[in-house]
Protein backbone atom coordinates (compact mmCIF):
# COMPACT_ATOMS: atom_id res chain seq x y z
CA UNK A 1 0.00 0.00 0.00
CA UNK A 2 1.58 3.29 -0.56
CA UNK A 3 0.64 6.59 0.65
CA UNK A 4 0.82 10.10 -0.42
CA UNK A 5 3.03 12.09 1.60
CA UNK A 6 3.05 15.15 -0.88
CA UNK A 7 1.90 18.48 0.92
CA UNK A 8 -0.82 20.61 -0.29
CA UNK A 9 1.00 23.02 -2.46
CA UNK A 10 -2.27 25.61 -2.64
CA UNK A 11 -2.76 25.67 1.09
CA UNK A 12 -0.75 28.48 2.31
CA UNK A 13 -0.58 27.15 6.23
CA UNK A 14 0.21 23.75 5.08
CA UNK A 15 4.08 24.22 6.25
CA UNK A 16 2.88 25.83 9.58
CA UNK A 17 0.65 23.41 9.97
CA UNK A 18 3.57 20.81 10.70
CA UNK A 19 5.12 22.75 13.44
CA UNK A 20 4.54 20.26 16.50
CA UNK A 21 3.29 22.74 19.68
CA UNK A 22 1.74 25.01 17.24
CA UNK A 23 -2.10 24.78 16.99
CA UNK A 24 -2.85 26.58 13.63
CA UNK A 25 -6.50 25.74 13.78
CA UNK A 26 -6.75 27.71 17.50
CA UNK A 27 -4.30 30.45 16.29
CA UNK A 28 -6.60 30.76 13.07
CA UNK A 29 -9.72 31.12 15.26
CA UNK A 30 -7.70 33.98 18.26
CA UNK A 31 -8.23 37.39 18.91
CA UNK A 32 -4.95 39.12 19.11
CA UNK A 33 -4.07 42.79 20.46
CA UNK A 34 -0.71 44.83 19.32
CA UNK A 35 -0.33 48.04 21.02
CA UNK A 36 2.15 49.84 19.73
CA UNK A 37 3.43 49.58 15.65
CA UNK A 38 6.77 51.05 15.71
CA UNK A 39 10.04 48.78 15.46
CA UNK A 40 8.87 46.28 17.33
CA UNK A 41 4.82 46.55 16.60
CA UNK A 42 6.32 46.02 12.93
CA UNK A 43 8.04 42.45 13.47
CA UNK A 44 5.36 41.27 16.05
CA UNK A 45 2.16 42.22 13.22
CA UNK A 46 4.16 41.00 10.13
CA UNK A 47 4.66 38.06 11.84
CA UNK A 48 1.07 37.45 13.06
CA UNK A 49 -0.19 38.54 9.52
CA UNK A 50 1.35 35.86 8.23
CA UNK A 51 -1.03 33.16 10.80
CA UNK A 52 -3.82 35.64 9.86
CA UNK A 53 -6.10 34.91 13.44
CA UNK A 54 -10.14 35.62 13.40
CA UNK A 55 -9.02 39.16 14.79
CA UNK A 56 -5.96 41.22 14.88
CA UNK A 57 -6.16 44.84 16.57
CA UNK A 58 -3.14 47.02 15.98
CA UNK A 59 -3.58 50.15 18.74
CA UNK A 60 -1.11 53.26 17.96
CA UNK A 61 -1.99 56.90 18.10
CA UNK A 62 1.81 57.98 16.58
CA UNK A 63 1.95 58.76 12.97
CA UNK A 64 4.49 57.69 10.67
CA UNK A 65 7.46 60.05 10.05
CA UNK A 66 10.86 59.21 8.06
CA UNK A 67 13.16 57.95 11.61
CA UNK A 68 10.65 55.12 11.44
CA UNK A 69 11.34 54.04 8.26
CA UNK A 70 14.93 52.60 9.19
CA UNK A 71 13.72 49.71 11.37
CA UNK A 72 9.35 50.02 10.44
CA UNK A 73 9.35 47.98 6.93
CA UNK A 74 5.74 48.24 6.88
CA UNK A 75 5.89 51.82 6.23
CA UNK A 76 7.06 53.45 3.17
CA UNK A 77 7.84 57.14 2.12
CA UNK A 78 4.07 57.74 1.42
CA UNK A 79 3.56 57.02 5.02
CA UNK A 80 6.18 59.31 5.80
CA UNK A 81 4.96 62.17 3.83
CA UNK A 82 1.40 61.98 4.55
CA UNK A 83 2.23 61.33 8.26
CA UNK A 84 -0.08 58.51 7.71
CA UNK A 85 -1.63 57.15 11.21
CA UNK A 86 1.08 53.88 12.30
CA UNK A 87 -1.81 51.38 13.11
CA UNK A 88 -3.43 52.24 9.35
CA UNK A 89 0.33 52.01 7.49
CA UNK A 90 0.75 48.72 9.93
CA UNK A 91 -2.94 47.51 9.21
CA UNK A 92 -2.39 48.30 5.25
CA UNK A 93 0.68 46.25 4.99
CA UNK A 94 -0.18 43.36 7.15
CA UNK A 95 -3.48 42.72 3.93
CA UNK A 96 -1.03 42.96 1.04
CA UNK A 97 1.62 40.79 3.36
CA UNK A 98 -1.11 37.99 3.90
CA UNK A 99 -5.35 39.02 2.58
CA UNK A 100 -6.41 36.63 5.17
CA UNK A 101 -5.67 39.19 7.47
CA UNK A 102 -8.12 41.88 8.55
CA UNK A 103 -6.44 43.92 10.96
CA UNK A 104 -8.56 46.52 12.38
CA UNK A 105 -6.64 50.38 13.45
CA UNK A 106 -6.94 51.98 16.48
CA UNK A 107 -5.69 55.37 16.42
CA UNK A 108 -6.14 55.92 20.00
CA UNK A 109 -3.88 56.43 23.12
CA UNK A 110 -3.52 52.39 24.81
CA UNK A 111 -3.97 54.33 28.73
CA UNK A 112 -7.27 55.25 27.07
CA UNK A 113 -8.09 51.20 26.91
CA UNK A 114 -9.74 49.32 29.73
CA UNK A 115 -9.74 45.62 31.36
CA UNK A 116 -12.62 45.14 29.24
CA UNK A 117 -11.06 45.93 26.26
CA UNK A 118 -8.51 44.02 26.76
CA UNK A 119 -10.58 40.73 27.77
CA UNK A 120 -11.89 40.69 24.58
CA UNK A 121 -8.51 38.76 23.52
CA UNK A 122 -7.04 35.80 23.82
CA UNK A 123 -3.59 37.41 24.01
CA UNK A 124 -2.26 41.39 24.04
CA UNK A 125 1.40 42.09 22.74
CA UNK A 126 3.22 44.97 24.32
CA UNK A 127 5.19 46.44 21.99
CA UNK A 128 5.46 50.16 23.18
CA UNK A 129 8.06 52.44 24.32
CA UNK A 130 6.79 53.58 27.65
CA UNK A 131 7.10 52.13 31.45
CA UNK A 132 3.98 54.46 32.37
CA UNK A 133 1.96 52.22 29.44
CA UNK A 134 3.42 48.83 30.25
CA UNK A 135 1.98 49.33 33.62
CA UNK A 136 -1.03 50.33 32.03
CA UNK A 137 -1.25 46.96 30.04
CA UNK A 138 -0.09 44.90 32.35
CA UNK A 139 -2.55 46.02 35.04
CA UNK A 140 -5.60 45.78 32.92
CA UNK A 141 -4.64 42.50 31.13
CA UNK A 142 -3.96 41.17 34.79
CA UNK A 143 -7.07 41.95 36.36
CA UNK A 144 -8.96 40.79 32.69
CA UNK A 145 -7.32 37.70 32.92
CA UNK A 146 -5.71 37.79 29.74
CA UNK A 147 -2.15 37.05 28.75
CA UNK A 148 0.05 39.91 28.44
CA UNK A 149 3.77 39.33 25.89
CA UNK A 150 5.56 42.50 26.65
CA UNK A 151 8.85 43.15 24.53
CA UNK A 152 11.11 45.88 25.20
CA UNK A 153 14.34 47.07 22.59
CA UNK A 154 17.23 49.39 23.21
CA UNK A 155 20.55 48.91 21.16
CA UNK A 156 21.92 45.41 21.41
CA UNK A 157 19.55 44.51 24.44
CA UNK A 158 16.11 43.13 24.46
CA UNK A 159 13.55 41.79 26.78
CA UNK A 160 10.67 39.56 26.47
CA UNK A 161 8.20 38.95 29.77
CA UNK A 162 5.09 36.66 28.98
CA UNK A 163 2.62 37.15 31.86
CA UNK A 164 0.25 34.72 33.08
CA UNK A 165 -2.71 35.79 35.06
CA UNK A 166 -4.24 35.09 37.51
CA UNK A 167 -1.25 33.14 39.38
CA UNK A 168 1.84 34.21 37.62
CA UNK A 169 4.44 37.03 38.64
CA UNK A 170 3.60 40.04 36.31
CA UNK A 171 5.66 43.13 35.02
CA UNK A 172 4.83 45.01 37.88
CA UNK A 173 6.95 42.18 39.92
CA UNK A 174 9.76 43.04 37.96
CA UNK A 175 10.09 46.58 38.56
CA UNK A 176 11.53 48.59 41.08
CA UNK A 177 12.67 52.01 41.94
CA UNK A 178 14.89 52.77 38.64
CA UNK A 179 11.82 52.09 36.77
CA UNK A 180 9.10 54.64 38.63
CA UNK A 181 11.54 56.98 38.61
CA UNK A 182 11.23 56.91 34.61
CA UNK A 183 7.74 57.29 35.08
CA UNK A 184 7.98 60.37 37.51
CA UNK A 185 10.38 61.74 35.19
CA UNK A 186 7.40 62.19 32.83
CA UNK A 187 5.61 64.63 34.88
CA UNK A 188 6.33 67.67 36.64
CA UNK A 189 6.43 68.47 40.27
CA UNK A 190 2.72 69.52 39.87
CA UNK A 191 1.74 66.16 38.63
CA UNK A 192 0.83 67.33 35.48
CA UNK A 193 2.22 66.08 31.88
CA UNK A 194 5.75 67.47 31.65
CA UNK A 195 7.52 68.58 28.21
CA UNK A 196 10.88 67.42 29.48
CA UNK A 197 13.67 66.19 26.89
CA UNK A 198 14.07 62.55 26.55
CA UNK A 199 16.41 60.25 25.48
CA UNK A 200 16.13 58.47 22.23
CA UNK A 201 16.38 54.52 22.56
CA UNK A 202 18.68 52.87 20.43
CA UNK A 203 16.96 50.39 18.24
CA UNK A 204 18.79 48.09 16.29
CA UNK A 205 16.65 46.06 13.08
CA UNK A 206 17.83 42.60 14.01
CA UNK A 207 17.66 42.82 17.93
CA UNK A 208 13.49 44.41 16.97
CA UNK A 209 13.69 40.99 15.10
CA UNK A 210 14.73 38.67 17.61
CA UNK A 211 12.21 40.00 20.33
CA UNK A 212 9.45 40.22 17.96
CA UNK A 213 9.75 37.23 16.93
CA UNK A 214 9.80 35.96 20.08
CA UNK A 215 6.74 37.91 21.99
CA UNK A 216 5.08 36.36 18.54
CA UNK A 217 5.74 32.68 19.80
CA UNK A 218 5.71 32.66 23.41
CA UNK A 219 1.75 34.26 21.72
CA UNK A 220 1.69 31.34 19.82
CA UNK A 221 2.41 28.83 22.67
CA UNK A 222 -0.27 30.89 24.90
CA UNK A 223 -3.16 30.07 22.09
CA UNK A 224 -2.11 26.71 21.48
CA UNK A 225 -1.91 25.55 25.19
CA UNK A 226 1.82 24.54 25.15
CA UNK A 227 2.66 27.29 27.50
CA UNK A 228 2.09 27.22 30.99
CA UNK A 229 4.06 29.19 33.28
CA UNK A 230 5.41 33.03 32.47
CA UNK A 231 8.69 33.81 31.59
CA UNK A 232 11.29 37.02 31.17
CA UNK A 233 13.96 36.55 28.66
CA UNK A 234 16.96 39.07 28.72
CA UNK A 235 18.70 38.99 25.24
CA UNK A 236 22.17 40.68 25.02
CA UNK A 237 22.87 41.01 21.47
CA UNK A 238 26.40 42.09 22.47
CA UNK A 239 27.63 38.61 23.70
CA UNK A 240 25.07 36.86 22.13
CA UNK A 241 23.27 35.11 24.86
CA UNK A 242 19.70 35.15 25.71
CA UNK A 243 18.76 33.93 29.62
CA UNK A 244 15.58 33.08 31.10
CA UNK A 245 15.33 34.82 34.44
CA UNK A 246 13.08 33.08 36.99
CA UNK A 247 10.93 35.74 38.53
CA UNK A 248 8.40 35.14 41.99
CA UNK A 249 5.67 37.00 42.04
CA UNK A 250 6.40 40.37 44.26
CA UNK A 251 4.20 40.36 47.43
CA UNK A 252 4.30 44.26 47.67
CA UNK A 253 3.24 44.06 44.00
CA UNK A 254 0.19 46.35 43.62
CA UNK A 255 -1.37 43.82 41.43
CA UNK A 256 -0.73 40.71 43.31
CA UNK A 257 -1.84 42.85 46.92
CA UNK A 258 -5.39 44.08 44.83
CA UNK A 259 -6.17 40.13 43.19
CA UNK A 260 -5.82 38.76 46.97
CA UNK A 261 -8.12 41.49 48.36
CA UNK B 1 24.99 42.58 62.68
CA UNK B 2 27.43 41.17 60.42
CA UNK B 3 28.99 43.25 57.58
CA UNK B 4 28.10 41.19 54.00
CA UNK B 5 30.39 41.82 51.33
CA UNK B 6 28.64 41.53 47.80
CA UNK B 7 29.91 42.18 44.83
CA UNK B 8 27.83 44.58 42.30
CA UNK B 9 28.55 43.76 38.75
CA UNK B 10 27.75 46.43 36.09
CA UNK B 11 26.85 44.12 32.74
CA UNK B 12 27.21 47.12 30.51
CA UNK B 13 31.23 47.81 31.10
CA UNK B 14 32.06 44.97 32.89
CA UNK B 15 33.61 47.30 35.64
CA UNK B 16 32.59 45.61 39.27
CA UNK B 17 32.60 46.98 43.21
CA UNK B 18 32.51 45.93 46.07
CA UNK B 19 29.93 46.85 49.01
CA UNK B 20 29.38 45.85 52.39
CA UNK B 21 25.81 45.70 53.70
CA UNK B 22 24.05 44.03 56.38
CA UNK B 23 21.60 41.60 56.18
CA UNK B 24 18.76 44.04 56.57
CA UNK B 25 19.54 46.16 53.78
CA UNK B 26 16.85 46.45 50.49
CA UNK B 27 17.68 45.77 47.54
CA UNK B 28 16.54 48.99 46.23
CA UNK B 29 19.49 50.72 48.36
CA UNK B 30 21.91 48.20 46.52
CA UNK B 31 21.07 49.77 43.29
CA UNK B 32 20.24 53.57 43.75
CA UNK B 33 23.97 52.70 45.61
CA UNK B 34 25.37 51.41 42.15
CA UNK B 35 23.52 54.13 40.10
CA UNK B 36 25.23 56.92 42.11
CA UNK B 37 28.57 55.77 42.34
CA UNK B 38 29.01 54.75 38.32
CA UNK B 39 26.84 57.97 37.73
CA UNK B 40 24.37 55.78 35.25
CA UNK B 41 22.30 57.42 32.99
CA UNK B 42 18.46 57.34 34.39
CA UNK B 43 17.52 54.28 32.94
CA UNK B 44 15.59 51.43 34.24
CA UNK B 45 17.84 48.41 35.76
CA UNK B 46 16.73 44.99 36.70
CA UNK B 47 19.29 43.29 39.59
CA UNK B 48 19.97 39.39 39.00
CA UNK B 49 22.00 36.51 40.61
CA UNK B 50 22.64 33.96 39.01
CA UNK B 51 19.54 33.61 36.79
CA UNK B 52 17.26 34.36 39.41
CA UNK B 53 15.88 38.15 39.38
CA UNK B 54 16.00 40.13 42.62
CA UNK B 55 13.28 42.12 43.93
CA UNK B 56 13.87 45.44 44.82
CA UNK B 57 11.72 45.39 48.25
CA UNK B 58 13.39 42.79 49.76
CA UNK B 59 15.99 42.78 51.91
CA UNK B 60 19.72 41.09 51.75
CA UNK B 61 18.43 38.39 53.52
CA UNK B 62 15.34 37.90 52.31
CA UNK B 63 16.95 37.25 48.85
CA UNK B 64 19.16 34.58 50.56
CA UNK B 65 22.38 36.24 49.79
CA UNK B 66 25.46 35.87 51.53
CA UNK B 67 28.93 36.83 51.59
CA UNK B 68 30.86 36.96 48.62
CA UNK B 69 28.15 36.24 46.48
CA UNK B 70 28.04 38.51 43.14
CA UNK B 71 24.87 40.69 41.92
CA UNK B 72 24.45 41.60 38.32
CA UNK B 73 22.84 44.89 37.03
CA UNK B 74 21.43 44.65 33.76
CA UNK B 75 19.88 47.53 31.79
CA UNK B 76 15.69 46.75 31.35
CA UNK B 77 15.15 48.29 27.49
CA UNK B 78 12.64 50.50 27.34
CA UNK B 79 12.08 50.61 23.93
CA UNK B 80 9.75 49.63 21.48
Not at chain 1, 48 to 54: F, K, R, V
Request: net charge negative; aromatic share 6%.
Amino acid sequence: MSVDIRLNTNDRYSRMKLVKGVDIDAIRRASICVVGAGALGNEVIKDLALYAPARLSIVDMDCVDYSNLGRCFLFDAADAETSNSKADAASRSACRINPDCRPDALNIDATSLDSAFFSEFDVVMGCVDSIRTRLHLNSNCYFSGTPYIDGGIDGLYGRVQTVLPPHGPCYGCAINGTHLSRVDAAFSCTGREANIPIRQIASDPSICGMVGSLQVLQGLRVISGTLSEGILLFIDGGVPSMMPLELTVDTKCANHILSVV
Amino acid sequence: MKAIKLEVRNSQTGNSALMEVDSKTRMQEILDSAVEFWSLSREAYLMKTGKRLLSASKTVSDCGLNDGDAIDLLPDPEGG
